[in-house]
């Protein structure tokens, strides 16, 4: 009877972890509560997000490993990118990535090789100190839990005006220290995301991108529940967007961009954006992100002779419970 409790006091923490994870990012997606893989859906760099995460047909650098994989043969330098986004109650969401174009050369050939480019990213999101108590109300310590992604991309260029791009993702959701011998509990699954840019004039660039193909989550407690644990999947949503960018020739410096996202298990989201330089080096940004508002600025300046740009944004509530704030920074070499 005792070890029959203990159990029910396992499943009841667990649960409370899951949903306490699950509810705090889900925060960040209206809209998409209770389906697995949100830390997946909610944008990443300051660029983006400023511009209403309408970015499918924008990307070029480092965020093209999330948006579209097409996007990264049209990297001009080496780049590396790190962003930060501030969130409340201890949670953490960060991104990381190293990039680069990839043009071989024929070797007794005046023929180009096709254009390339790669890249390397890891996506986190964390939360930690929760507060783990059992069904009579005492103590049980912190706990903590990490969702990541670890992203390999590769695109082509097979012609002047169409590219293609594919993102292999590892996907690791750790648990650890739960239950009473203080067992860890992960899930791990491979994903791929698939992208396509088309630019059919200078001023005109065309984006679609797939996400999410196969990727889930693979559960087994049998470590906390013995011979009553069980195998659950969680498979993520598979989302596909489609967008378009536009840079008037008659307004230089002016980028338009427009998203719509969809997917058979969430809502269908509309993302709006818009770039200009507002004076030497310093760009401005503002969008409409799904119901929010979206504002950030971009300033561009040197290191050690190399270029590097800090980027930021603010996305108003809308219908999320709080406003965002991201940081970005890029270095090329």
């Given at each position: 009877m005792k070890e029959s409790c203990c159990c029910e006091r396992i499943r009841l923490i667990t649960l409370a972890l899951f949903s306490l994870f699950v509810i705090g990012f889900a925060q960040e997606v209206s809209a998409q509560g209770g389906v697995a893989g949100a830390f997946l859906r909610v944008g990443v760099g300051a660029r983006a997000k400023a511009m209403g995460d309408a970015y499918v047909a924008l990307a070029r650098g480092i965020?093209?490993?999330y948006y579209n994989?097409?996007?990264?043969?049209?990297l001009e330098n080496k780049e590396i990118m790190a962003s930060y986004r501030f969130?409340?109650?201890d949670r953490q969401f960060t991104f990381i990535g190293f990039g680069m174009p990839v043009q071989p050369e024929i070797q007794g050939s005046e023929e180009e090789a096709l254009a390339g480019g790669f890249a390397l990213s890891w996506l986190r999101a964390g939360i930690d100190d929760i507060d783990g108590r059992d069904t009579d109300g005492q103590s049980l310590g912190g706990f903590s839990n990490s969702e990541n992604a670890f992203v390999f991309s590769f695109a082509l260029n097979p012609a002047e005006v169409l590219a293609l791009g594919l993102s292999v993702k590892v996907l690791w959701n750790r648990f650890p220290d739960i239950g009473i011998d203080g067992e860890t509990i992960s899930a791990s699954s491979v994903g791929f995301d698939f992208g396509a840019r088309l630019q059919p004039l200078d001023w005109v660039t065309l984006g679609i991108s797939v996400r999410d193909i196969s990727s889930k989550y693979k559960w087994n407690t049998d470590k906390l529940f013995g011979e009553d644990g069980s195998e659950v999947i969680n498979k993520f949503p598979k989302i596909i967007r489609a967008g378009f960018a536009?840079?008037?020739?008659?307004v230089p410096g002016l980028i338009l961009a427009f998203d719509f996202e969809d997917s058979n298990e969430l809502d269908s989201e509309v993302h709006i954006g818009a770039e200009g330089n507002f004076k030497q080096n310093f760009v401005l940004r503002g969008g409409f992100d799904d119901g929010a508002l979206t504002a950030g600025a971009g300033y561009d300046f040197s290191v050690f002779g190399k270029m590097s740009q800090l980027n930021y944004a603010f996305t108003a509530p809308g219908d999320r419970p709080e406003e965002e704030h991201v940081f970005t920074w890029v270095f090329q070499f």
């Amino acid at each position: 009877m005792k070890e029959s409790c203990c159990c029910e006091r396992i499943r009841l923490i667990t649960l409370a972890l899951f949903s306490l994870f699950v509810i705090g990012f889900a925060q960040e997606v209206s809209a998409q509560g209770g389906v697995a893989g949100a830390f997946l859906r909610v944008g990443v760099g300051a660029r983006a997000k400023a511009m209403g995460d309408a970015y499918v047909a924008l990307a070029r650098g480092i965020e093209a490993s999330y948006y579209n994989p097409a996007g990264l043969p049209f990297l001009e330098n080496k780049e590396i990118m790190a962003s930060y986004r501030f969130l409340s109650l201890d949670r953490q969401f960060t991104f990381i990535g190293f990039g680069m174009p990839v043009q071989p050369e024929i070797q007794g050939s005046e023929e180009e090789a096709l254009a390339g480019g790669f890249a390397l990213s890891w996506l986190r999101a964390g939360i930690d100190d929760i507060d783990g108590r059992d069904t009579d109300g005492q103590s049980l310590g912190g706990f903590s839990n990490s969702e990541n992604a670890f992203v390999f991309s590769f695109a082509l260029n097979p012609a002047e005006v169409l590219a293609l791009g594919l993102s292999v993702k590892v996907l690791w959701n750790r648990f650890p220290d739960i239950g009473i011998d203080g067992e860890t509990i992960s899930a791990s699954s491979v994903g791929f995301d698939f992208g396509a840019r088309l630019q059919p004039l200078d001023w005109v660039t065309l984006g679609i991108s797939v996400r999410d193909i196969s990727s889930k989550y693979k559960w087994n407690t049998d470590k906390l529940f013995g011979e009553d644990g069980s195998e659950v999947i969680n498979k993520f949503p598979k989302i596909i967007r489609a967008g378009f960018a536009v840079n008037l020739p008659q307004v230089p410096g002016l980028i338009l961009a427009f998203d719509f996202e969809d997917s058979n298990e969430l809502d269908s989201e509309v993302h709006i954006g818009a770039e200009g330089n507002f004076k030497q080096n310093f760009v401005l940004r503002g969008g409409f992100d799904d119901g929010a508002l979206t504002a950030g600025a971009g300033y561009d300046f040197s290191v050690f002779g190399k270029m590097s740009q800090l980027n930021y944004a603010f996305t108003a509530p809308g219908d999320r419970p709080e406003e965002e704030h991201v940081f970005t920074w890029v270095f090329q070499f």
